[in-house]
T-cell receptor, first 112, second 115 residues
């Protein structure tokens, strides 16, 4: 079963707008990771936020983590057509050798 | 070199065929993974190798047989597959430092179609 659930499932925005997607998870975690997948390709790691961090930035990406609500958000600012992709949150399952379990993903379409 | 390579990119096979998927990394990573991904779904973990030993098998049917010949190579042997096994098969690797969750580096995947 999936550890993380993402919301929304799909998002369509204009170039230059911001895109926000959310991830909820069920069990305690040491960290949460976000990955991007372009259509039919492999996943690319974007950012890792540890359980003792509340916010982290990387370029146009901003990730928040609220461990009390077991949720995280990914914000992409000033979106570009090249940001069109699926975005997945992933959480390690400590009891299972720290394997990653992925959320359902948010498909983002950035229209030029 | 931060690349994970996978061959072939595409594979079409019949249900009686035997084929193999290959994955290679030269980052010195000691953990390697096979995932299966259906369209519009997240990747699902199949197998994990840690230091060339199988550490996790997610109850994958025996028609999928993983092999790790050395720390850089990971194979997935396929035999008697079913049409529902058609999917994107992703390989990934990570450093596998004890007590730490590493980021995973993914290959581009093999698109498998079973007729």
């Amino acid at each position: 079963s999936q550890q993380g659930e993402e919301d929304p499932q799909a998002l369509s925005i204009q170039e230059g707008e911001n895109a926000t997607m959310n991830c909820s998870y069920k069990t305690s975690i040491n960290n949460l990771q976000w990955y991007r997948q372009n259509s039919g390709r492999g996943l690319v790691h974007l950012i890792l936020i540890r359980s003792n961090e509340r916010e982290k930035h990387s370029g146009r990406l901003r990730v928040t983590l609220d461990t009390s609500k077991k949720s995280s958000s990914l914000l992409i600012t000033a979106s570009r057509a090249a940001d069109t992709a699926s975005y997945f949150c992933a959480t390690p399952i400590k009891a299972a050798g720290n394997k990653l379990t992925f959320g359902g993903g948010t498909r983002v379409l950035v229209k030029p | 070199d931060t690349e994970v390579t996978q061959t072939p990119k595409h594979l079409v096979m019949g249900m009686t065929n035997k084929k193999s998927l290959k994955c290679e990394q030269h980052m010195g990573h000691r953990a390697m993974y096979w995932y299966k991904q259906k369209a519009k779904k997240p990747p699902e973990l199949m197998f994990v190798y840690s230091y060339e030993k199988l550490s996790i098998n997610e109850s994958v049917p025996s028609r999928f047989s993983p092999e790790c010949p050395n720390s850089s190579l990971l194979n997935l042997h396929l035999h008697a597959l079913q049409p529902e096994d058609s999917a994107l098969y992703l390989c990934a690797s990570s450093q596998d430092v004890p007590g730490r969750t590493d980021t995973q580096y993914f290959g581009p995947g093999t698109r498998l179609t079973v007729l």
